[in-house]
């Protein structure tokens, strides 16, 4: 089996200044990614935030209006077959042709990818457990097993970098957590390259080790999560009674740098590793604690602007 | 390998079927009311040259019944090429599979021309099936004969040169469908239902037909750049002598037609933003 050896580039994926434009609404604006060889890279946003277009842009299905996308620092515009050849996606829902057996939808994918052996494909198949309904209609599958089929055609060829456009939607808890497990394992057993979408931090931080917010088109913030979710930055959300006795304790507490108060709750700066502490300070000193919420400031921060976007919907 | 794929997915669909199932029904029901009907129209139409001249032989054969039903080739048989042809590019769109085929090494294109040969076989197969179940089923209940061809001037061609001269009219008449299929096929890269292209192939049709059999000078002169006047092609192979000329000339417009349509589908599709 052919691993990941084609390729010896560091930057799997870059994009620069990327914008596209619909009539005179910037649907992404100057999007600058980079995706290094082996990370799993999450790309955040809301809703409506401009991830599926630069999928688009990034799979060549939408022309960039503004900059570049470079894959295995190649530019795609002039080398698209080339750089495509080493690249499997999966953009938004899986749509297959209905009226074909999974195996059969499979074939014509390999085919457009210059041929897939019979073994390779019952192995994709195994691999996302879809042997058993190989040869069923693709109509027949529930929005789960289409979702598996849209992973597995992604997988055809063994690519070294996938782009999965929000692969978990829509599946039941059961199916996430599968989903999930899969990513890591492709990551780490054949080192391929994940790019993975979501609307949801929790999953990007369960599976991603770099990623990227974007919002209204903007990419706001990219880094490694292990950096961007530092608990050194939490914000600590406290009701307690008395208030302003819990206010006077926490004013001492050491590592509490900013503490804003409504008088119904506080909010603190602090380090998430020392709430327990603080907890066992406050019962001590006779504060009845109602909640004590940390929350990381990016965590904080992508609430802010989804609950921003859903206001506008 | 990728046109095998291509063309599995077109005979794999039921829609694909409507075609041929349409024509095992109008060509027996014509055919079979013709049978009934028992050569009335025939003698109709010999009335007036009958006493002037001695008519022999089977006249009411299977060739004169399939040349009777050639004429479906104006707005019929179009309709059934554009269910096909109207949904090869938007019916990709509407399943969304365009997100599936078009991310892949191979380039737009490609694609379109692997879909484009799709689309034309189709039409091959369709008039191929018309024109063997036609004299076929002709055969069985008519029997063959020489071709009293209908028109303001009397011909009749012997029996003997009938297999070429149906050879070639099919052939004239499968380059006019490949065109109202280019039509059809450039209407479905615009939009992402099949239902626009096919709605929008046969009010061109039949917008041209009907321009084409108004007597007005107006009409006259833009009837040289519509398609469909060149879509009696076919009639051509009929005549005696064979204009050759002209039939050359006609088929190589229909072709231009076809490469133009083309052309412009290619236009938009290597630029369009696939959103489905």
Redesign the interface.
């Known amino acids: 089996m052919p691993m990941t050896s084609l390729g010896s580039e560091d930057v799997v994926l870059q994009t620069i200044e990327l914008g596209k434009r619909y009539g005179r609404r910037w649907a992404v604006r100057e999007a600058s990614l980079e995706v290094r060889r082996g990370e799993v890279f999450g790309f955040l946003g809301p809703n409506g935030a401009g991830k599926s277009t630069t999928i688009r842009m990034i799979l060549s299905l939408v022309h960039p209006t503004h900059g570049e996308v470079l894959l295995f620092e190649k530019p795609l515009r002039s080398q698209r077959e080339e750089v495509l050849a080493r690249v499997g996606g999966l953009v938004e829902s899986a749509d297959f042709y209905g009226y074909l057996s999974a195996r059969k939808n499979l074939e014509i994918v390999g085919a457009l990818r210059g041929g897939c052996s019979r073994d390779h494909i019952a192995e994709v198949l195994e691999l996302v457990g879809l042997t058993q309904r190989a040869d069923d209609k693709v109509k027949t599958f529930s929005h789960g097993m289409k979702q598996r089929l849209g992973i597995a055609q992604a997988l055809l060829g063994w690519p070294e970098f996938i782009v999965l456009d929000e692969p978990t939607t829509g599946l039941d808890p059961h199916g996430i957590k599968e989903v999930r497990h899969l990513i890591r394992q492709l990551s780490t057993d054949r080192a391929i390259t994940i790019f993975l979408s979501s609307h949801l931090l929790s999953e990007i931080e369960q599976t991603a080790t770099s990623m990227a917010i974007i919002n209204k088109g903007k990419v706001v913030v990219q880094g490694k999560v292990r950096d961007l979710l530092d608990d050194a930055n939490s914000v600590v959300r406290l009701e307690a009674s008395p208030m302003d006795k819990a206010l006077a304790v926490v004013q001492q507490f050491p590592g509490v740098e900013r503490i804003q108060s409504n008088g119904e709750t506080i909010e603190l700066k602090m380090p998430a590793s020392a709430v327990a502490a603080l907890n066992a300070r406050l019962v001590h000193e006779g504060v009845q604690v109602h909640a004590l919420i940390p929350r990381r400031s990016l965590e904080d921060y992508f609430l802010s602007i989804t609950q921003g976007a859903s206001e506008i919907d | 390998?990728?046109l095998?794929?291509e063309i599995?997915?077109t005979y794999?669909?039921?829609r694909t079927y409507i075609g041929f199932l349409a024509l095992f029904v109008l060509v027996p029901v014509v055919e079979i009311a013709l049978k009934l009907e028992g050569g009335g129209m025939l003698r109709r139409m010999t009335r007036d040259i009958a006493q002037d001249f001695l008519l022999v032989g089977n006249l009411f054969n299977a060739y004169f019944v399939t040349y009777f039903i050639m004429n479906s080739l104006w707005v019929h048989v179009p309709f059934l090429i554009t269910l096909v042809a109207g949904d090869q590019l938007a019916g990709e769109a509407t399943?969304?599979?365009?997100?599936?085929?078009?991310?892949?090494?191979?380039?737009r294109t490609r694609i379109l021309w692997v879909k484009y040969v799709t689309t034309l076989f189709y039409v091959c197969t369709l008039i191929f099936t018309l024109a063997l179940l036609s004299v076929g089923l002709g055969t069985f209940l008519f029997g063959l004969g020489d071709l009293l061809v209908p028109g303001r001037t009397l011909t009749v061609l012997p029996q003997t040169e009938m297999v070429w001269r149906m050879a070639l009219a099919f052939a004239l008449a499968t380059l006019s469908m490949w065109c109202v299929a280019s039509l059809a096929f450039l209407f479905s890269s615009l939009v992402e239902n099949a239902i626009g292209p096919i709605i929008g192939t046969m009010a061109v049709i039949i917008g041209f037909i009907i321009i084409t059999n108004i007597p007005l000078e107006l009409f006259d002169a833009i009837k040289p750049y519509l398609f469909t006047t060149y879509f009696t092609v076919w009639q051509k192979a009929f005549e005696q002598p064979i204009p050759w000329a002209t039939m050359a000339r006609h088929a190589a417009i229909l072709a231009g037609f076809c490469v133009g349509f083309y052309a412009l589908t290619w236009y938009i599709f290597v630029?369009k933003?696939?959103?489905s």
């Open positions: 390998m990728i095998r794929y599995l997915k794999r669909k039921w399943g969304g599979t365009f997100r599936l085929i078009l991310i892949r090494p191979v380039s630029r933003d696939v959103l």
